[in-house]
């Protein structure tokens, strides 16, 4: 018999579950029915048949327990989630505990980037350090950090919010109230915002402004440098503050990689001197998609 534990990932548009065995190894991997802005009691009900689903597929095999990420802050012990705009009726609703009652296992909610850095450390990139910081460049930049091989919670489990970090006091406005978050400078959406800016077009996307850039377009290009300086300002941040071996970065926008990557090396270098005299890893992530998936399932695995 088999211990294994079932990750759900609510991060993206559709739920996604996964069946992962104590020693890491991915059994199978499902995507849900319901999109996740359908309201409360489609996705639970979605989620539920989802796990379900991959249990009937395992039969004789012991679940231990199921992880949840969840694009929200999460207050751990009242396993409740506020604050996830994605997830209308969820604010302060007792999600775990209704999930929990359902299903009669064991659940554990997370917030969907500290669960990426989990699965990065447990199986991704990081599987040789204690200490990451994973950054998601996506449609917003999100963040876990993850210490003694444990996420940095801080005392609300609002922490690793590093998508707001300030990197231009008088910069772009933010939805978080701030002006010159490094999201609004280094994620897909800010791409496409710069290319509107400098009149390359007014629907381009992120992936539509990285083949002009390829194709030679220097306007395309310094959106992309504009990308690596900003991404290596907080580099040189995070590197001066934690001090920590390595740094991912995960997410559509790595795509572009070598597009930014010089710029951003270049910035972290000029602007940390800790980086200067020590240069940490700084390194593409390797699970895509699936780091969410393999680090809600590991919460259940490693306090059993
Ligand atoms: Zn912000």
Redesign the pocket.
């Known amino acids: 018999m088999t211990d294994y534990a079932i990750g759900v990932d609510l991060g993206g548009t559709n739920l996604r579950a996964a069946a992962v065995t104590r020693d890491g190894k991915m059994l199978n991997k499902i995507a849900g029915e319901t999109p996740v802005g359908a309201g409360r009691n489609a996705v639970i009900s979605d989620m539920v048949v989802s796990i379900e689903k991959l249990q009937a597929g395992l039969p004789g095999q012991k679940l231990v327990g199921v992880g949840v990420g969840v694009p929200g802050f999460i207050l751990m012990d009242k396993g409740i989630v506020v604050g996830a705009p994605n997830l209308p009726e969820f604010d302060n609703y007792p999600v775990r505990d209704e999930i929990e009652k359902r299903l009669g296992a064991k659940v554990i909610l997370e917030n969907d980037a500290n669960a990426a850095a989990l699965g990065e450390k447990w199986m991704g990139a990081g599987r040789d350090v204690n200490d990451l910081i994973l950054l998601t460049l996506g449609t917003g930049i999100g963040g876990g950090i993850i210490v003694n091989g444990n996420v940095l919670r801080g005392s609300l489990g609002m922490a690793g919010e590093i998508?707001?970090t300030t990197i231009s006091p008088n910069g772009y406005p933010?939805?978080?109230?701030?002006t010159g978050?490094v999201?609004?400078y280094a994620s897909a959406t800010a791409v496409s915002a710069m290319a509107r800016l400098m009149n390359l077009g007014h629907d381009l996307s992120a992936e539509d402004v990285y083949h002009l850039a390829k194709g030679g377009n220097e306007r395309a290009g310094a959106i992309f440098e504009c990308v690596g300086v900003s991404l290596g300002t907080l580099l040189a941040t995070l590197v001066n503050i934690f001090n920590f071996p390595l740094y991912l970065l995960g997410g559509g926008m790595t795509a572009a990689w070598e597009l930014f990557e010089p710029a951003m090396l270049a910035e972290a270098s000029r602007r940390s001197f800790i980086y200067r005299k020590n240069p940490p890893r700084i390194e593409r992530a390797t699970l895509g998609g699936d780091a969410g998936l393999f680090g809600a399932a590991y919460l259940p695995l490693r306090v059993d």
Do not use: L
């Open positions: 998508g707001h933010c939805g978080c109230g701030n978050c999201e609004k």
